[in-house]
C-alpha cells in the first residue's frame, strides 16, 4: 500500500494545514471555543479531522466520524466558504440527512468498525482514543446518539 502522506489528497490536505493553519485557524478558534480544549488539544483534533477527510475519500467505503471529530466536520460545514472552496470538489461523504431505521442503523456500526480497521490500515496506528473513543461497542456514534435520544425522551 502505498504511503499515504504521498498522497495527492493528503498533501492538500496539509497544505491546508500549512496556510495557517489559516484554512482552518477559524477551525482551531472554534474547537478551542466550542470545546472548551487548549491550543494543543485543538491541533490534535484537527490533525484527526484531516486522518477523517482522508479516509472518507480513500478508505473505498462509508466512514463514521467519532463525535468529537464530527462536531470538527458541522463546524467546518457552517464555515461554508472555507469549506467548499476547500473541500468542495474532494469530498464525497455527507452526513446523513434522511432519518435512521434499524437496517441504516445496523450498516452504521458496521461502517464504524471498517471504519477503525481503515484507520489502522492507512495510519499504521491505532487512533487515538482520547479523540476517537474506545472503539466500536462502547463508542459507535450511532449508539451514544441512541442513548442521547432515549435519555433526551425520558426512556432511560
Known amino acids: 500500500m502505498m504511503d499515504y502522506r504521498l498522497d495527492p ?3 492538500k490536505l496539509n497544505l491546508m494545514n500549512a496556510q495557517g493553519l489559516q ?25 484527526e479531522y484531516r486522518k477523517f477527510l ?3 475519500m480513500r ?3 462509508q466512514v463514521i466520524p467519532p463525535g468529537v471529530i464530527n462536531d470538527v466536520w458541522m463546524m467546518h460545514l ?6 467548499w472552496e476547500n473541500l468542495g470538489q474532494m469530498i464525497t ?10 437496517k441504516s442503523f445496523a450498516s452504521m456500526a458496521d461502517a464504524w468498525a471498517a471504519t477503525l480497521k481503515s484507520y489502522e490500515t492507512i495510519f499504521g496506528s491505532k487512533p487515538p ?15 451514544q446518539m441512541m442513548t442521547n435520544m432515549r435519555k433526551m425522551f425520558g426512556l432511560e
Open 9 to 11: 489528497l493528503w498533501l
Open 23 to 47: 484554512a482552518f485557524a477559524p477551525m482551531m478558534q472554534m474547537v478551542q471555543q466550542q470545546m472548551g480544549v487548549n491550543t494543543e488539544m485543538a491541533q490534535r483534533v484537527i490533525e
Open 54 to 56: 482522508f479516509l472518507a
Open 59 to 61: 478508505a473505498g467505503h
Open 78 to 83: 457552517q464555515n461554508a466558504q472555507n469549506y
Open 93 to 102: 461523504e455527507k452526513p446523513v440527512a434522511q432519518g435512521i431505521d434499524a
Open 129 to 143: 482514543m482520547d479523540i476517537w473513543g474506545k472503539g466500536p461497542a462502547a463508542e459507535n456514534p450511532m449508539t
